[in-house]
């Protein structure tokens, strides 16, 4: 008698916060919980069927070069330049990339004196720029925690805001869809 295969079978990679995870692997999801200030971003290739995420706390190293050489994905300059070499190795090209990013909320700062969330982003926005590279849809801002998931079979990105029962679909088969 043949061994049973498996079918339907996916497999849940948690990126944590300050960190990143790329796959090529189909039946993975990078997922990762409670983006308030911090930025997720996620990078997906459909002719590779690969991709990444990763997981931001600040905007720049500047101020610390020695912890962005030592924990790059914990910043928006080190941790982009990572992700896109690192996905690359996947072949995943940067003409193709589907960028997706959630989170960047004024998140325990209600009065905006730190704007780490909004200075997140904006870092962002610009090393985007320096790149040549799309944002192609985007769930930032606000005063909410999101959850943000990438399915690798797909490419489909989906978020779910703290408070909420259901997800949201932030992309989707070339359908970007803008959330504030």
Known sequence: MPAPTLTGFQMRVVVGVADMA?????AAILTTYSLGSCLGITFYDSVARAGGMLHIMLPTSEL??????????MFVDTGLQMLLRETAKLRVQKERLIACVAGGA????????FNIGKRNYESLRERFQEHGLRLHSEAVGGLVS??????????EVRIKVSGQTTEQ????????????
Request: hydrophobic fraction near 35%; aromatic fraction near 8%; proline fraction near 7%.
């Open 22 to 26: 790329v796959s090529n692997n189909t």
């Open 64 to 73: 610390d070069p020695a912890k962005g050489q030592a924990r790059p994905a």
């Open 106 to 113: 004024q998140f325990l700062d209600t009065k905006g004196f």
């Open 169 to 180: 679909v932030l992309w989707k088969n070339s359908t970007p869809i803008s959330i504030r």
């Open 146 to 155: 999101r959850s943000m998931f990438l399915q690798l079979d797909t490419g």
